[in-house]
């Protein structure tokens, strides 16, 4: 079996695939990719997306199991700390094949402006995204992504093709992010269908999700009648037996200082919002994850360790 490979020249790659030789000449897009990427932002802009979701639960989906599988394992990838913006991707280039099946969703650059890197065939994925797909997403739920769209995570915009070869440092489902690419590409997974289905494993996570969150209400408004050693007990089996105990007891200590604020126990102290786990203190100023600020002087902080 011939192996694949890419080659770059100084105006165009050439991906070298069992299916043959594909060749994306870098430059200005061209007329027809202009008009693809016009009918595509038309299309959205008139409520796609919006109308495919009031659908998702009668729709009947003539899609093959192994696509299916695919689709479920990109879904499961997703944990606290990676996966999002492959899932968020994903969704953006099965909207962009159901609407344009001639457009190529390997090349995510396009533009008409000079100093930009473009190819001639590509389009501005990171605009579609920021304008209409990280906003629908955020909207219904179905993924919580940057507000800024799922090209913040800046591994995703090197000027390479997507490709089983891109070689960017990639967290999460990467494998079946590019195999869902790959099928696309070469039609063995139809577009709008694998959109209506991951549509419905995303609405179908968030529902699960919102009904965990309305047991855990329930559970929180019964707990004065709970004995405390019951309380205590729950906390460790859970600690000891989730996958991120060190998130779970940030976040535990971080909602216990905020019924103290809710309380009025914390004095003229202001509780500082919780980061993401992985956020770099240095960028956002953190010194610990729990912070209580007086004015803008930090008075207090925590690191939270487990285990």
């Not at 089983?164 to 990467?174: E, I, Q, S, T, V």
Request: net charge neutral; proline share 3%.
């Amino acid at each position: 079996m011939q192996e694949e490979y890419l080659s770059v020249y100084g105006n165009r790659f050439e991906l070298h695939t069992k299916d043959g030789v594909q060749v994306y000449p870098e430059g200005f897009q061209n007329e027809k990719t202009r008009h693809r990427y016009e009918k595509i932002n038309e299309t959205l802009g008139q409520g796609y997306l919006e109308d495919l979701y009031d659908t998702v639960e009668s729709t009947g989906l003539n899609l093959a199991e192994t696509n299916r599988e695919l689709l479920r394992r990109l879904v499961q990838g997703v944990t606290s700390e990676v996966g999002r913006a492959l899932v968020g991707i994903t969704f953006l280039q099965l909207t962009i094949k159901s609407i344009a099946p001639e457009q190529s969703i390997r090349l995510h650059k396009g533009t008409t402006r000079r100093g930009s890197f473009s190819w001639v065939d590509g389009i501005s994925m990171r605009t579609l995204d920021s304008n209409y797909n990280t906003p629908f997403l955020r909207e219904k739920g179905l993924l919580n992504v940057n507000k800024y769209g799922v090209f913040m995570t800046r591994s995703l915009a090197e000027n390479y093709p997507y490709s089983k070869l891109y070689k960017a440092d990639m967290r999460g489902p990467f494998q079946e992010w590019i195999d869902i690419v790959d099928a696309l590409e070469n039609k063995s997974m139809p577009a709008r269908q694998g959109l209506l289905f991951l549509m419905a494993l995303l609405k179908n996570r968030s529902d699960e999700f919102k009904q965990l969150a309305a047991d855990v209400m329930t559970f929180v408004h019964e707990m004065p009648t709970v004995p405390f050693a019951s309380i205590k007990d729950k906390l460790a089996r859970f600690f000891n037996g989730t996958e991120y105990s060190a998130r779970a007891f940030e976040v535990v200590m971080h909602g216990f200082m905020q019924a103290m604020g809710e309380c009025n126990l914390l004095g003229d102290h202001r509780l500082v919002p919780l980061s993401q786990m992985r956020s770099a203190n240095k960028k956002h100023g953190n010194i610990g994850d729990i912070e209580l600020k007086e004015g803008n002087v930090l008075v207090e902080s925590w690191d939270a360790k487990y285990g």
